[in-house]
């Protein structure tokens, strides 16, 4: 090394300050145009910023890049890079206190770390490098689709140049005679093949092969804010700003307020303008990588929707300074916004912690509220909700079908423990009524305190997840005004939907119950031994699970220790957190047409391919999607919700299924 002084170390630092700043520039350029969007309102925006930061995404997402070993491959590319880097910037930081005469080359911390280390780092980072690159190169579809992210590729060859460039000069260095080095085994292989090709020690040429990497290494960092690498900085910010609970969450509107100055009064998102910064910041962030597109029912089935495609047009707005153009959600499109099933595969899968199904929504929100446009069918069944409380329209049911031939007891203030909320669906399709009539003998089976509401009723989640907040908050108020009445603490539903809504959005608005799924409250049950039900070890079930349960509300194990209390539980390739929804989410139970197949469909298929004579699923809407694929394979009923096949499994059950 005596052929690099001090001179130059000072040199390059001086040079390293520079692309510091061109970093700091870079960032501070992108806050900027993250700033233009809006300020949220309410408890949780208003809470001190460390109460906002969520410290176990940052660490798991951010840094770690837990989301990317779903795919091994892409996963332990970037696992070798991220190590290697870590140990690379390690190594040249204790590099630096060889100055202040430090041994950081002797003994063991010296082979593990300053030689071998940095030798492994430096194969690892190229290695992975490489692997990008020849992915980006040949075009992966899922890049391509939506919009193809330039400047990625120039980065990735600079790097290789870069890290090529130092083994060179490593090279250089060891041919000399003096040279000594123990884990350097890559340098002395190329020191060797420059020995015998004749080549000597060479000092001017080491010298300038070190300013070369060092160059090269300075213009990479310079680079990287106002490149796509930005998202090595802004993935993490992003994680650590990401939302604690899972799935989707859609921040409530204040009807009351007053527009900014100049303005209308306007809901939801036309424009950039419209969104709020941690979307501004999920548009920066965003990778182009096409992962969300992958994993979309929507997309997946041929529709009009790419989330992929929704993150980069508003990606390419906002580097253009197009905060206030309003062409923006006709560019995306009424069909493709109104194709999301709102099943958050997109949230689950995103590596960068974005939520591109929170920004489909607020366009929902301004189509529906503002510009009063949606889809024929889901705005007869918005419209039918708004006259009929349900929007099921020209169901030949009546809400009390269900009841018939049963003494079901209706909740008493002071009496009942729990209040069996019926909903929309179970009461006003026929198929779904016999989860209902399942459900209470499992109630009554296991001497649970229970009871009704005499009217059935709706929570307004179709109405919410249609884009038409009013309507919601509507039915929201009128429900927890009556529940309050009623003195009603703690709620069953049978609809993940029901749930979801119950649990997240209600508390909002002043609810203080407690909702239970009702898997999770047979599973407890059958824990505590108040409900005994009978194990056929012979048949075979595969379960569906609800995206409004797994991925929305992490409830996975609760009902498939229900399933495998009555029988064998086989797993669909796509089960648990990364399960294909069923298509019926957003109102798409009203729409989801179009494209080369339904979504429910495609869905059924993985359902028969397992070989289970049954499927089953917790949620009446997965429950009637499915219900409608199965019978297209034959008439003989395949699908069940869980309460009816624990129903049918009590000992004293004569009922088969």
Known sequence: MSAISAL??????????????SVFLGLKRRASLIAAGRVLAGPVETRPWRERLNLGAFASRGLLTSRLKKRPVAGLAHGVMFGGALVAILGHAAFVLSFVGVPVYKGRFGFLMMELGRELAGLLMFAGVAFFLVRRLVRLERLDTGGFRRG????EVLFLITIAAGFAAEGLRLVAPAAASRGEFFGLALAGGLRDSGLGADTLGMHLAWWLHALLGVAFIGLIAHTPL????????NAALARRRSGITLAPIDFDAEPPEGEDVSFGAARLADLDRKKLLDFSACLWCGRCHEVCPAAQTGKALSPKKVMTTCATYLENGRFDDAALID????????????????????????SPAETILEFRRHFVMDRSEM?????????????????????????????????VPLFEAGK???LLWIGCSVAFEPRAQEVARAMVRILETAGVSYGILEESRCTGDPAKMAGDEMQ???????????FRERKIQKVITMCAHCFNSFDRYYPELGADWQTIPHSVLIDQLIGDGRLNVVRNDAEKITFHDPCYLARHNDIVAEPRRVLGAVAQVIEMPRNRKESFCCGAGGGNYWGGKGGTARVNDVRMQEAIDTGA???????????????????KHGEERRVFDVAELVAAALPASAETV
């Open 331 to 354: 560019e995306i499109g009424l069909q493709a916004v109104f194709d999301c099933t709102t099943c958050a595969a997109c949230v689950e899968e995103c590596p960068a912690s974005n």
């Open 375 to 407: 889809p024929d069918t889901l705005a007869l069944a918005n419209r039918n909700l708004e006259s009929r409380g349900h929007p099921f329209v020209g169901t030949a049911a009546n809400p009390d079908d269900w009841r018939k031939g049963l003494d």
């Open 8 to 21: 130059d170390y000072t040199i390059l630092a001086i040079l390293l300050g520079g692309a510091l700043a």
């Open 472 to 482: 919601f908050v509507e039915i929201a108020q009128a429900n927890i005004e009556d």
């Open 613 to 631: 004579a049954k499927v089953a699923t917790s949620c009446s809407f997965c429950l009637l999607m499915l219900t409608s694929s199965a019978s």
């Open 416 to 418: 009942t423990e729990y």
């Open 152 to 155: 990625f590729v120039a980065m």
């Open 230 to 237: 930005s998202h090595m900085l802004l993935a993490p910010a």
